[in-house]
């Protein structure tokens, strides 16, 4: 009788070792006293399909998939779901037993999870959301956004054609705001949204004015490295309700955790504390 394969699982990206992913799923297996391996690799984009064909013989049975690689996969799977298609990124694979590679993104669900965690619970037919940025992080969260009944997206990106672009795609439901009126949007906004790197450690400052923060609303900003940014502390002041992003990392981690590793995890206190190790 042949032994149980041990399931291997981890992260593919270029470059690698700023991931927090292997923390994460690390610290799940362990705490849930799995077998199971996680391991974070180094791809270059020339080696991307030769090695997304090889790991299933090597015992991997999924990987999540980051910069730059989320778009090339779709090209690679065999099946892509609906919100994959539609966000035009995938950032987990399942690696079937029928030897198809399935490609999804978790992101979107990541992100609606983590905006319900605020204290109050979050209502998505409050308002409007006003989103700054419309890079790949901007389509996962209007798809999500969009799907959980928002009924208007506000958006303005530095480069505005990028901001049309998502309007073309995504429809009549988002209005799209120029950069230097990008302050005006949250005069309306139930919930904010920073999906760009500005505010990031190392990055410019998202220098929008945010004295039209609503008491109330609900502000997240996907940059979690400071955890408070800038708009979270103003935000804070102003009487709003926030989230950091790290909670979005940590939530889209469950879905492929539990296809991969056979059990649902729980997001708590002690999985932000891996992450931030």
């Known amino acids: 009788m042949s032994e149980q394969k041990i399931p291997l699982a981890g992260v593919i990206g270029s470059p690698i070792e700023h991931s927090k992913s292997p923390q994460i799923h690390r610290h799940w297996l362990s705490s849930m006293g799995l077998d199971g391996y996680y391991i974070p690799m180094r791809v270059a984009p020339d080696d991307l399909k030769t090695v997304l064909k090889t790991l299933p013989k090597a015992g991997f049975v999924g990987v999540n998939v980051t910069i730059p690689h989320k778009v090339a996969v779709l090209e690679i799977a065999d099946l892509v779901t609906d919100r994959a298609t539609l966000i035009g990124a995938a950032n987990t694979l399942i690696f079937r037993q029928d030897g198809k590679i399935h490609a999804d993104n978790t992101d979107g669900y990541g992100f609606i999870k983590n905006l319900e965690s605020v204290p109050g619970g979050w209502d998505s037919k409050a308002g409007p959301a006003a989103i700054f940025g419309a890079g790949g992080a901007a389509r996962a969260v209007i798809a999500a956004l969009l ?35 990008a302050g005006n949007m949250l005069d309306y906004a139930a919930t904010v949204v920073n999906t760009s790197s500005l505010g990031m450690t190392g990055q410019p400052p998202l220098r929008v004015p945010l004295d039209g923060l609503q008491k109330g609303a609900v502000v997240t900003d996907l940059v979690y490295a400071p955890l408070k940014t800038k708009l979270l502390e103003v935000a804070e002041e102003a009487g709003c309700r926030t989230v950091d992003g790290l909670g979005m990392l940590l939530h889209q981690a469950v879905p492929g955790f539990e296809r991969w590793f056979g059990a649902r995890p729980t997001v708590d206190s002690a999985t932000r504390a891996a992450a931030l190790r």
């Open 147 to 181: 799907d959980a009944g928002v009924p208007e997206i506000l958006i303005a990106n530095r480069t505005r054609v990028r901001a049309e672009a998502l309007h073309k795609d995504f429809g009549k439901r988002l209005r799209v705001f120029d950069w230097v009126q």
